[in-house]
Each structure stands twice: as C-alpha cells, then as structure tokens.
C-alpha cells in the first residue's frame, strides 16, 4: 500500500473508533473530543468528536483529517453523522452517513420492526439482515456510556455502510498510562484477530475519566502503527 494511501486508510479506521466513552452515573448532555494522530513522531492527523443526548435520541458528529506534511501531500476530511433513541438497553441508530471532502460516500439506515438495515455504498445499494447488537461504525462505542464493558469479551456487529461484519474484543486488563492529560489509570481493550487478520487494533480506556478512550492504536500487517491520542475533553451536564 502506497503511504498516502495507508494514511488515509487510518484516519478513516481510526475516525470509527474515535467515537467512543463510557461513563458512570450521570450521562453528559454534549460531550466533545479533540484528538491528535501520529506516526511515530509525526502528526499526520486530526480528529474531533462531538456527542450530544436528551435521554430519548442521541446524535454523534466525527470529522478526522490530514495534518502536517500529510495534508500538503493530500488534504482529506472525513465527516460521520450518526443519529438514534436512546433505550434501556443503550443505543439504537437509526441513520448513518459517511462524507469526503463534502461528498456523500456511505450509509446505512436502520429499520429495527423488520431486521433489516439498508446500505449504501457509493452507487450501490443493499438491503441485509439486521442482527439485534448492531451499530454503526460512528456508534457503537459510544454505548458504553449506557452499558460500561464488563467481562473478558465484547461481541458485537458494526457496519459502515459497506456490510454488517461480526467483531470481537477482548479486555485485557488495567494500565498506567502517559498522555497528554497526565498518567490515567486505563482499561485496554483488543481486537481478537481471527485467522487471516493480520492488522492489529488497541484502545485504552481512561477509567477515572468515564471510560474516554485516550489512546487508540492500529497497527498494519507490516508492523507500522498509528497513534491517536486524545488532547482535549469537553463535557456539557
């Protein structure tokens, strides 16, 4: 893979899982996170999030793009927006969509009463199953400020407009870690490789500081990683 290609892979991969935190007690109305994205010691990325809940519906907002000498290479920006109830059982997405450079690229819309979700991915067009723990790549994570992970593993299916795929984590345990907010007490949780995955995915989550991912790292099957860590946080009550 071409590098400007393998960047702009990354800053979609890592766009995904920058939507997330968990939280105990009290859900914040809005929440925003600003992250930085590095290889090695070069930045090469931006990210932001924002997440905003009633207690009823929840939409997500996540814009990542090219930094640095990357973006005088390629200028890119990726822009989700995901919208859904919120339940007692966490979050239900309803829609999804994916935009480039200001250019409609993906989505997905959610129809819970027949188990069906419809996906779009440029031109093409699919109806497929919907199985009950399915969420949106822009999503997803942040269900754990409803349902804080527990156990060894976490099941589940995510889609990015492209196709419903099964995934499984697995948490491995607390460490101290070294950001740029201070040493936080977190949680890493891993993505279990099935065989033929040879591209690895971490994310740590800060404990004390509602479950925030603070670190997230994918690896290529070629031993290159990319860091994503988070700089600033905002929580609105």
Known sequence: MRPMN????????????????AATGSVPSRIEIKYRVSLGSMKIGEGSDVFQQDGKSYSVVSESKT?????????????????????????????????????????ANFDWSTSQVQLTDGETKQ?????????????????????????????LHLTDGRRVTEYRYSILGHEKLQTPLGEMDTLHVKKVQEEGDKRAFDVWLAVERHYLPVRIRYTEKDGTAFDSLAETINLTP
Do not use: H
């Open 127 to 155: 109806t497929v199953a919907l199985p009950p723990n399915t969420w949106d790549s822009t999503s997803f994570a942040w269900n754990f400020v409803f349902v804080p992970p527990e156990g060894k593993d976490i099941n």
């Open 67 to 107: 930094a640095g000498l990357a973006a005088v290479v390629y200028q890119l920006n990726i822009r989700r927006e995901a919208k859904g109830s919120v339940t007692a059982n966490g979050l239900r997405p309803t829609s999804f969509v994916e935009l480039r450079n200001g250019q409609m690229k993906r989505g």
């Open 6 to 21: 393998r960047i702009v892979s990354v800053l979609i991969i890592l766009g995904c899982a920058w939507s997330a935190i």
